[in-house]
């Protein structure tokens, strides 16, 4: 940055600043996009402006006023007189910027943000399937409600699900400097990146919250190879980022399979690892379901998932995988809420034991090594051990119906 930053904000992120006494020049607020150089030309000589998440504009010396508002609420963010410094707002989700530039008491500069047929980049910053897997048609959403250019990077891994299926969309490595704007989609609970804390509303309207769009359409994952098993089939998947999301009822999948197998199933279990051990518990693979687990490519995992008859599996990214291959899915999971994820009519959940945990926003899970409120009790993880088998067969059995299965 040419300029000494002088970072500005809205009434919220106010209120955030102050109550938590946060460092303004802590590393919460710095960004890879702040690395770049402001690059936005204007017709005023020295004056720079972007939107490479949140607004930064470097102001040359003179005798300068600058009012920057939201055009849509009309609140106002800063209104200074001001030079030689780099504005750097804190918001640094969607907010449609407002900036007027007085020169000498003179009205010289006036932008609305504007991204119709410009160079918008959206970079998923989350690791795991679910978390840009629900994300990514908004990213599809803005290309259309703004006639914008997209390019976007995500995790290498994921590369194949944006080439196959959001075909206007350009996968890149770096963030070009002629980039109009620049969004970071991630659940986060750093209130500068979006707008609501992420625990407190759906996993489908993250995407929303951060660009400030209306709910995305669903893009669906057809299949790219024909059909490969001929017997009919169901897909699990036992495993979740944290084992604590799984299903920890000791005789829970083993009794799900045996019943699928009586009704002439073949159940896969494609989860990635066959074992995972985490915060002291070990979750392994059913020995009573087939082992399609593997490190393999998604594309694949979407090939097999789009002829299963359905999907059982917790609260993790091969569920959304399911989701987005448009196959039924009955969701397992006590940690989260019964509204968090996508909606399905096959949620399990026992709603007479304690439960949501991860949706409380006086709690942040990451910060427990065990359940959080009944940790080192013999109700420990009661949302997860009380969920019984029979409530999944009949979850199953209402599916085939649903379905004509039977």
Known sequence: MKYPIVYFSGPKITDFYNESKLNKSGNVFHTTAEKLSIAGQTNIEGLFIDFNVGLRMEIPKGNWHVKISDYSSKIVFFDSDISEVTLVSLEKFFVRWEIILYRDGKLVFYHIFNPSNKKIHFQFLATSIGDNVVNFPYMEAFRKYYNCKVTCTVPKYLNCLIENFY???KLVDGIDEDTYAIYYISPTLNPLMISEDFRSIPMEQLGR????LPQAEKVIYKPTKPRQIQEKYVCIAVQTSATFKTWLNPTGWYEVIEYLKSLGYRVLCIDKNAEEHDHGIKITKPKNAENFTGDIPLIDRVNLLT???FFIGCGSGLS???????????L??????SWCEFQTPYRIYNRLTCHGCHNWTNINWGEY???PKFGGTERAYECSTKISSQQVIEAIDNLRRDKNLN
Do not use: F, Q, R
């Open 167 to 169: 075909p206007n969309v």
């Open 209 to 212: 919250e951060i660009l400030n």
């Open 307 to 309: 002829y299963a008859d």
């Open 320 to 330: 959304w995988l399911a989701w987005a291959c448009d196959i039924p899915v009955i």
């Open 332 to 337: 397992i999971s006590g940690i989260t809420a």
């Open 369 to 371: 090594e065990t359940c």
